[in-house]
């Protein structure tokens, strides 16, 4: 090929590929017609129902160019207005992630400057926003300074990273599998055993230790249990308790379990995804024991009310973690690990990563600490508020939460579990709110999950005057 030649076809796809970097003036169009769509969505959330379910349309990828306004429209009807609607106040389902808009911007500043926040040497400010946001983490859970950690993309990723640092810590591997127990209740996350079968450990003894009224961990049966398992030859290396479960939103003996853990030399790693936060509100006192936790993971898009894609993981043994996520031997030197742990890659699977730590340091910056935790406190009352007028209604309830979560059901003279299947199969047709259910001790049940920052008094009341409805069209 002569230069002439090359010189013309780098003009020709010059022209081409420069129409991927947009001018200002297109740029300012194209933002204003982003920000129009985002304040209509916003302004009618409080208008459109919880959950709709329609059929999908062609989203199919062609090779054809088409107008932002137009793609903009097939966005709102295939995916904002299908399934769940997350963002809206009316999601008393499943965990909500809230979408607090400042966090939104954070992620827009993020995807426009691009920084890689992996690597220190690659964009330090970005890396140190990470580790400062991590910093706030230790201190809002009282663990050491010396602890390390890093955001991930939530808890299933969260609970992958600390449950391989215990595996790492303790040598789990080859025939000592088949001998290592792991101790948890049957209201974990389905993370949790996900993560070690992941990781190799899907071999291991489980234990589900008994659970009190309140869905707790009953402490003695945990003890009692780890007891035996030593007499029988095994090997117990890791407990597991939750700080909200996201069934039943309860909280664990956090303390006791410690005391349990500690005793016979045990990894303790609390699962704080959905509840951690609540550490900031007047249920305070549930969480006294989490800060001896070995490792602790906490999801700013729950109750941080962040969009979805941000989990944190802490871990008190920067060795352990490095063992399992820096690829050298070269870090047990002594003094190494500081610089090391700048670079949030080292403590993850991954290298290339969204720098989350913006969605989660702009909204504290500009906002503060204080809405934050004036709106746990509202779920908390909201939830409350709620129970007592399902009771009103003839509803038997689950026992009172520790947090935000609660169930119910309706007590039909026949076929109980059936009609309740029905109750909610009709509340998925209505869908001014949504809910959802879980089978709890045998029963099906309906579940209600008060966690987005939008939900308040008027959205209770629309949901009960919803089951009303429902319940006529059951009974």
């Not at 009172?400 to 169930?407: E, F, G, H, K, T």
Request: hydrophobic letters at 40%; aromatic letters at 8%; a negative charge.
């Amino acid at each position: 090929m002569t230069m002439e030649t090359i010189l013309d076809k780098l003009k020709n796809l010059g022209i081409t590929s420069g129409e991927l970097d947009i001018n200002e003036g297109e740029r300012t169009e194209m933002m204003n017609q982003v920000a129009g769509y985002a304040n209509a969505f916003i302004s009618e959330l409080r208008q459109v129902k919880g959950f709709r379910e329609n059929k999908v349309g062609d989203l199919t990828i062609k090779n054809k160019k088409s107008p932002l306004a137009q793609l903009l429209l097939q966005y709102q009807t295939e995916v904002a207005e299908n399934g769940i609607n997350a963002a809206s106040p009316k999601h008393l389902g499943y965990i909500p992630g809230g979408g607090v808009f400042t966090s939104a911007l954070a992620d827009f500043i993020v995807a426009v400057t691009n920084p890689f926040s992996g690597a220190y040497y690659a964009s330090p400010g970005a890396a140190t926003i990470e580790n400062e946001v991590i910093n706030w983490l230790k201190s809002v859970f009282s663990f050491p300074k010396s602890a390390v950690g890093c955001l991930s993309s939530g808890g299933s990723v969260s609970t992958l990273i600390a449950l391989t640092a215990a595996r790492d810590k303790y040598k789990i591997k080859n025939d000592k599998i088949l001998s290592s127990v792991v101790y948890m209740s049957e209201q974990v996350h389905h993370s949790t055993q996900k993560a070690l079968r992941i990781i190799g450990l899907e071999d291991v003894v489980i234990r589900y230790v008994p659970m009190d009224e309140q869905h707790r961990i009953i402490p003695n049966a945990l003890d009692a249990l780890i007891e035996k398992d030593k007499a029988d030859g095994l090997s117990p290396f890791l407990v597991i308790a939750t700080a909200g479960t996201t069934d039943t939103g309860a909280i664990d003996p956090l303390h006791a379990i410690a005391d349990i853990a500690h005793a016979h030399k045990l990894w303790f790693h609390v699962d704080g995804a959905y509840g951690g936060f609540f550490i900031l509100t007047s249920r305070k006192d549930l969480f006294k024991g989490i800060e001896r936790a070995d490792s602790l993971i906490v999801d700013p898009h729950k109750s941080l009310f962040l969009p979805y894609g941000v989990g944190a993981v802490l871990i008190k043994d920067s060795n352990a973690a490095l063992q399992s996520h820096y690829y050298t031997a070269n870090y047990m030197q002594d003094g190494h690990n500081e610089e090391l742990l700048k670079s949030p890659a080292n403590l993850s699977p991954e290298l290339t990563k969204h720098f989350r730590g913006l969605r989660v340091w702009l909204p504290l910056q500009v906002h503060g600490l204080d809405p934050f935790t004036a709106c746990l406190e509202e779920k908390l009352l909201l939830v409350e508020y709620f129970r007592i007028k399902l009771k009103e209604r003839g509803f038997c309830l689950g026992p009172s939460p520790d947090l935000s979560v609660s169930y119910f059901w309706y007590p039909f003279s026949t076929h109980d579990d059936e009609k309740n299947r029905k109750l909610m199969d009709e509340i998925h047709k209505d869908g001014s709110v949504f809910l959802s259910s879980s089978i709890i001790e045998g029963r099906f049940v309906i579940r209600i999950a008060i966690l987005a920052f939008r939900t308040k008094k008027e959205t209770i009341d629309e949901a009960l005057e919803m089951i009303d409805r429902c319940l006529k069209r059951v009974q």
